[in-house]
């Protein structure tokens, strides 16, 4: 029989993570900017952090982590199936190229920069600039989501398919965009603005420092998550999830809802976007592809649709595979058994068969959200009630 | 003006089925109405164009002295009208609670970035929710269920769920499709009760789609038989009870004899 408890996800206290989100942080930065440089730390542990998780590496997990948290919105939350989220990415990544860079040198704006006044080019502060890659994102988040989101869910997807490719495709082709140069093409943008803190400017190779930065803002896309969830808006997606027409009939504006969960969730992907720019050093045009839509998708659906801390571990497992864990693995490999694969060049068939094997067995991802586990495993539950109930007696 | 909702005309028209034919109906202010006919008779098609989910080919709707015929779904919703469906669509992943919480979406004001800082209004304006839609549950007699998922109440309790969800939207109109489908007589009766009470102390007016002839004759100030998308009789329970043409189209066939 059903008791009355408050259910997991529903009722929980957002302050305990917290906690024990910090406590991991700090350990990972003082790690990473302290123990690893340290003379007296042990070669084997030095060569073993270098092999397993670079700082470079852990870093570019974290952009992924953030994205991944930002398609959780759309997917997760709203239910809403997006395949073009790499078009978010790219329009992030522009920005921070437009605004942080010597890009437009025959300008000559400098709004509290990391460099000279007189330096060429448009100079905003990094954190400004989140926020403008943030918010324009959103813009073009409601710009594709208002004509498309009347699409039923299997034309929707294929409308922001579309977008995915369009939008790095200009951008590719983007030095001449009707007569203006909007990204130097092929030749990307080098150089990004170093990260103002107060009391120094991170540069591309402060990866311990950039660390903390990045830690904040998955700490922050987590906050957000979970609040947003909880409130007003946040059940307004759940029900759309469940049932949308039932959702219209309660008063909940299909349109108007929708779109928020698309601009929040762009809006992440800008942030996402600008983070990655400084992670690189630079904004290249090739590196924004379908795969990388496709790639997030499978973050938040490995982890578990829908729960932020099971889309995090998601990102960090494929993140880890895709860039370093493989690679690593296969040095291993060929060092121990003098063979000479290339373990990197099997990335993808590793993913599909990670994913068929999830969707077999365990559909509802490594940390599921408990209403989702529930829907999937309807059929065990069933049973499991009727076992009980037959015990009862 | 005594009729809370006029529906003047109204004809749907799917393909080259013509659903509902010329209809006129109203409802009163705080009365309880009933629409019956046989299988297919159109009955939940008029609901849908109530509610704005379908747009009649032909007539108009007036709610409450204002005309609502091209309204948005969720508009109609937030004005007041609110119904129940034949096919219970709670959302079964979500608490009895939120359920209720997203009926009361378009009441309530918080925005994202509120959400987010949590202000002390948005916090105030959840309590205040929660807090009403626990006296609708407990209205509904489903209060002790506050935090359990929709999906795993009993059938009854979901058809009470269902119904306080619908008044979470503090409708003055409440549409019941087919509310005691597969209920025992002692829930039938109990679901009566529960009909008139809301009447009695709210401001509300109930239209009942109903297969159950005892629960449509016991509650029920007015009947209106459909057939075959027409309108074919209206009047007290007494008068469809004896009108010739209803027995004929409807309780004459086996399955509303009963
Ligand atoms: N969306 C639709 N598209 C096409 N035909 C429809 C649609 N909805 C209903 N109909 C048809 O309209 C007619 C009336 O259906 P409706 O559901 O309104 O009947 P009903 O009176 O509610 O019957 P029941 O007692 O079985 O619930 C039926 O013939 C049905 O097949
Ligand atoms: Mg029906």
């Known amino acids: 029989m059903a008791k009355t408890i408050a259910p997991n996800n529903v009722a929980k206290s957002n302050r305990k993570w917290i906690t024990g989100y910090s406590i991991i942080g700090l350990l990972l930065f003082i790690t990473y900017q302290f123990l690893l440089p340290w003379e007296g730390l042990p070669l084997g542990i030095y060569d073993a952090i270098y092999r397993w998780m670079p700082p470079s ?56 920069g990391s460099v000279p006044a007189e330096a060429p080019g448009i100079h905003i502060n990094f954190w400004m600039v989140l926020l403008i890659g943030g918010f324009v994102c959103a813009v073009f988040g409601i710009l594709i989501g208002a004509p498309t989101l009347r699409l039923k869910s299997d034309y929707l997807a294929l409308v922001t398919l ?24 092929t030749k990307g943008i080098v150089g990004v603005d170093s990260i ?20 904040l803002l998955t700490a922050v896309m987590v906050f957000i998550s979970l609040r947003l969830r909880r409130g007003r808006l946040g059940r307004a997606w759940l029900a759309i999830r469940e049932d949308e027409l039932a959702a219209s009939m309660m008063g909940v504006p299909l349109m108007r809802t ?18 990655f720019a400084t992670h690189v050093n630079g904004v290249y045009a090739e590196r924004f592809n379908f795969t990388i839509s496709i790639f997030l998708l499978a973050m938040v659906v490995l982890g578990g649709m829908g729960n932020v801390w099971g889309v995090i571990l998601g990102a960090f497992i494929l993140s880890w595979v895709n860039g370093n864990g493989l690679t690593a693995f296969g040095q291993l490999y060929n060092e121990q058994f003098g063979t000479e694969i290339d373990f990197a060049s099997f990335t993808f068939l590793l993913f599909g068969l990670v994913l068929i094997f999830m969707m077999l067995f365990k559909r509802e991802g490594l940390l599921p959200e408990s209403r989702l586990k529930l829907m999937l495993h309807e059929d065990e539950l069933d049973q499991i009630d009727a076992s009980s109930k037959s015990g009862d007696k | 003006m005594s009729n809370i909702l006029e529906a003047n005309d109204i004809s749907v028209q799917f393909g080259g089925l013509l659903a509902v034919n010329n209809v006129n109906f109203n409802i009163p202010k705080k009365s309880i109405v009933s629409l019956i006919g046989p299988n297919g008779a159109g009955k939940t098609t008029f609901f849908n164009v109530l509610t704005g989910l379908y747009k009649p080919s032909a007539g108009n709707i007036v709610y409450d002295g204002r005309d609502i015929t091209d309204l948005a779904p969720h508009k109609i919703a937030e004005i007041g009208i ?20 997203v009926a009361m979406h378009s009441h309530l004001k918080s925005g994202i970035t509120a959400t987010i800082l949590r202000t002390s209004k948005q916090r105030k304006e959840e309590r205040e929710a929660e807090e009403r839609a626990q006296e609708i549950l407990d209205f509904a007699g489903v209060g002790k269920w506050t935090y359990e998922f929709a999906r795993n109440l009993s059938y009854g309790d979901q058809r009470r769920l269902e119904v306080a969800r619908a008044l979470a939207l503090n409708p003055k109109v409440l549409l019941l499709d087919e509310p005691t489908a597969g209920m025992n007589p002692q829930e039938s009766q109990i679901f009566i009760d529960f009909v008139r009470k809301l009447i009695a102390e709210r401001d509300v007016s109930v239209m009942l789609i109903e297969h159950d002839m005892k629960v449509v004759m016991s509650v029920s100030q007015r009947v209106t038989v459909l057939d075959q998308g027409e309108k074919i009789a209206e009047g007290s329970p007494d008068e469809i009870k004896s009108n010739p043409r209803v027995i004929e189209a409807y309780l004459g066939k086996p399955k509303g004899s009963k």
């Open chain 1, 57 to 112: 590496a852990i870093n570019e997990s974290l952009v992924y982590i953030i994205m991944a948290l930002g398609l959780n919105i759309v997917v997760g939350y709203a239910g809403l199936l997006d395949l073009g989220y790499v078009a978010f990415w790219a329009i992030g990544g522009y920005c921070a190229g437009w605004f942080m860079s010597e890009f437009f040198y025959f300008l000559n704006i400098n709004f509290l």
């Open chain 1, 196 to 215: 103002p803190v107060g009391v120094k400017n991170l540069g591309p190779f402060d990866f311990g420092w950039k660390l903390l930065i990045f830690l």
């Open chain 1, 162 to 185: 579309g977008f995915g490719e369009i939008i790095p495709q200009v951008f590719f082709n983007g030095e001449n965009f009707f007569g203006y140069n909007i990204s130097n093409g």
């Open chain 1, 258 to 275: 929708k779109l928020s969960a698309y601009a929040v969730g762009a809006f992440a992907g800008g942030l996402g976007g600008v983070a």
């Open chain 2, 82 to 101: 609110a119904r129940t469906f034949q096919n219970i669509r709670l959302f079964g992943l979500m608490t009895a609670q939120e359920n209720l919480l």
